[in-house]
């Protein structure tokens, strides 16, 4: 495995937090607009859909970790991950 340019700190925390906005606003809505728990200021997710929206958040860090080369703000910040072989 060659090595990988760690990136900073700041970068890799800011991935994380845009990642878990993006996956809370976008993904939370569509779920919401699905399931019919949109309200007059956005969305309020109970029961099953919550905890669908928990693990969409929990198998997009994973995979795409994992098997994609980073998530989709790893990518935007340009912070490189390893595979594995």
């Given at each position: 495995?060659?090595?990988?340019?760690?990136?900073?700190?700041?970068?890799r925390?800011?991935?994380?937090?845009?990642?878990?906005?993006?996956?809370?606003?976008?993904?939370?809505?569509?779920?919401?607009?699905?399931?019919?728990?949109?309200?007059?200021?956005?969305?309020?997710?109970?029961?099953?859909?919550?905890?669908?929206?928990?693990?969409?958040?929990?198998?997009y860090f994973?995979v795409l970790?994992?098997?994609?080369?980073?998530?989709?703000?790893?990518?935007?910040?340009?912070?490189?991950?390893?595979?594995?072989?």
């Amino acid at each position: 495995m060659s090595e990988i340019e760690r990136a900073s700190t700041t970068r890799r925390v800011m991935a994380v937090i845009l990642d878990l906005m993006t996956l809370f606003l976008g993904g939370g809505y569509l779920i919401a607009l699905a399931a019919g728990q949109t309200t007059g200021n956005g969305f309020n997710l109970k029961g099953a859909p919550a905890l669908l929206l928990i693990a969409i958040i929990a198998v997009y860090f994973f995979v795409l970790r994992r098997y994609a080369g980073g998530t989709l703000w790893d990518r935007i910040l340009g912070i490189k991950r390893p595979q594995p072989p």
